[in-house]
């Protein structure tokens, strides 16, 4: 059986304010040495905010990166000092102008293990009411409520392409 890959040295290469990226000089398996490109991300949530008919709250937003507007569940990165459950709540509250009523975790996945070390975790929210919605200066959503049906739908067409989306949404719909 193979042993993990052990860190000989590293460098950082770029510090940010939502990552950092770090290269990696590291002894594999066999001896050999190898360069691993890390990208350092701080933990974020996602909230599967469960409407009271049983669909979701998602919300559409432009993302620069993918160049495009982009349907995804409620996220957010956990703040230092943070808990992932308050961050899950205020991000819901911040970014749908709902509180939930009950929180419960549901999964922590990778989002790329090849070249970060992103961890999301999942969030189920039920028992809505509403909250001051106050998004961040530099977010411009909209708030998009889908059924069972219509979340398949997207999910299976294509429309949605977010994979923390993705996961939440396969999670919701295999109750």
């Known amino acids: 059986m193979f042993t993990g890959e052990e ?5 950082l290469i770029y510090k940010g304010r939502i990552l950092n990226l770090r290269v990696d000089r590291v002894r594999l398996p066999d001896g050999g040495m190898a360069l691993r490109e890390v990208v350092e ?19 559409r937003q432009y993302r620069y990166p993918a160049g495009e507007f982009l349907l995804e ?12 459950a308050e961050t899950a709540d205020r991000e819901l509250r911040e ?3 709902f509180k939930p009523g009950a929180l419960a975790e549901v999964v922590q996945f990778f989002t790329s293990p090849g070249f970060s070390d992103e961890r999301i975790i999942l969030f189920h929210a039920r028992e809505l009411s509403p909250a001051p919605k ?3 200066s530099d977010e411009f959503m909209d708030l998009v409520r889908l059924d069972r049906r ?3 739908d997207a999910a299976l067409s ?3 392409r977010d994979s923390k989306t993705l996961t939440a949404i ?5 109750r």
């Open 7 to 11: 860190k000989v040295s590293g460098e």
């Open 73 to 84: 569940i409620p996220a957010g990165i956990v703040e230092p000092g943070e808990e992932p």
């Open 41 to 59: 991300h701080a933990p974020a949530v996602g909230i599967i905010a469960e409407t009271g008919d049983g669909g979701l709250f998602l919300v």
């Open 150 to 152: 219509q979340l398949q």
């Open 134 to 136: 106050e998004c961040d």
């Open 95 to 97: 970014e749908t102008g």
């Open 158 to 160: 294509g429309e949605i």
């Open 170 to 174: 396969y999670w919701f719909l295999s």
